[in-house]
């Protein structure tokens, strides 16, 4: 529906959409001519029978965290913590999903692949300048992993771009699409190669004790540290997508390709740079998990990455607030399940819930938590 179109309607029909009265009169025409959508969305609708259910499986999530609040307290804080940090990693994650999918509609699903081999990197450059356990006064060379990783992850996320997509732009959405799950197996066996099948552990620099407590709940450093990261970089993409001139090149190439290069935009560069800084921001989630979970494996990246990936759709795919929301509620309903006592399913059933959850919203809100809905066809 075009904008102001709510108030031509109810202007062309005489009829106050708010009265009992008009809402009848409403069905009727649309019961009588059923090719009009715009009266259909005028109508309310009842929810279905199966949206109800959902609600109340909602419902029951609720009682059930409220419950385990009541009953164990400080654990349920301590939980919480947990899910926010691993929500954070997520976002980071997420937020390249989205960056790309907002510009090509293109899951790029060796993302997460790049993601691990951010870790990787962060281990090599490490344990190569002698980063040691409990070394505080080390710490500068953590800044330099992360730099070396987010630069490294950049150039090959940029280059999986310049090889595997750009030929298959033009190509039907299958292609690409079939492209990418093959990208994501050679960097998997890649890091295979490159480190074996075994975990690489990374040295753990951070101290043992809590950064600070709150009441009987310690905070441990892990989490300020993921999250003092994902704020700024969610803040400054933000600023990059809707302030800078860059930003506005990615805006109209996710418009309309074909005419943002009509208008003088260099629609690969735009491209390449998006890839670019999904890279980095892969880069910067493999260093993070590096230092917060001390190993990485080759095979790590592809289901850290559909975790992701359910998160960016949870939260509106293509939305970059919605991508660090569904990253951290995916993160939260991951350490609730595993941390909480009282009635959990346990770590076995993770993976089910979070695809569960993927599966509810592609049918029930395809757009996520914060995307937009928008009219199909014409």
């Excluded at 870790?119 to 409990?134: D, K, N, P």
């Excluded at 292609?175 to 040295?203: C, N, Q």
């Excluded at 943002?260 to 890839?275: D, E, K, L, P, Q």
Aim: hydrophobic share 50%.
């Amino acid at each position: 529906m075009r904008p102001h179109s709510k108030r031509r309607s109810r202007s062309a029909t005489g009829l106050d959409l708010n009265s009992a009265s008009s809402t009848r009169i409403l069905r009727g025409l649309v019961t009588s001519n059923a090719s009009a959508p715009g009266l259909q969305r005028l109508l309310p609708r009842r929810p279905t029978i199966v949206e109800s259910l959902g609600l109340v499986l909602v419902g029951l999530v609720v009682v059930w965290l409220a419950v385990n609040l009541d009953k164990t307290p400080t654990l349920w804080a301590e939980v919480a913590l947990v899910g926010i940090t691993n929500g954070c990693i997520y976002a980071l994650v997420a937020l390249g999903y989205s960056l790309v999918y907002g510009i090509l509609e293109l899951i790029n699903f060796a993302h997460g692949d790049v993601f691990m081999l951010g870790g990787m990197f962060s281990i090599t450059v490490g344990t190569s300048f002698g980063l040691r356990a409990g070394a505080a006064d080390l710490w500068p060379l953590v800044i330099v992993c992360l730099v070396v990783s987010m630069a490294c992850c950049a150039v090959i996320n940029a280059a999986i771009e310049f090889v595997a997509y750009r030929p298959l732009r033009h190509a039907t959405r299958l292609a690409p699409l079939i492209t990418a799950i093959g990208m994501s197996f050679i960097i998997e066996d890649v890091g295979l190669i490159w480190k074996g099948p075994s975990y690489v552990t990374f040295p753990n620099v951070l101290p043992s004790t809590n950064l600070f407590s709150i009441g009987s709940v310690g905070v441990p450093w892990t989490t300020p540290i993921v999250v003092v990261l994902t704020v700024p970089v969610l803040l400054i993409l933000l600023w990059l997508v809707q302030r800078t001139k860059q930003g506005k090149a990615m805006r109209a190439t996710a418009q309309d390709m074909e005419a943002s290069a009509i208008m003088g935009i260099n629609v690969n560069r735009t491209i390449s740079f998006t890839f670019l800084i999904a890279g980095a921001l892969a880069g910067a989630a493999g260093l993070v998990y590096a230092v917060a979970e001390t190993t990485v494996r080759y095979d790590q990246g592809f289901t850290l990455g559909l975790i992701a990936f359910t998160a960016a759709v949870f939260g509106g795919i293509g939305n970059l607030p919605g991508a660090v929301l569904g990253a951290l509620l995916i993160g939260l309903i991951q350490a609730f399940n595993e941390g909480l006592t009282w009635h959990a399913p346990g770590s076995d059933w993770t993976e089910s819930i979070v695809f569960t959850i993927l599966i509810m919203i592609l049918v029930f809100r395809p757009e996520g938590l914060l995307g937009e809905r928008t009219p199909e066809g014409g």
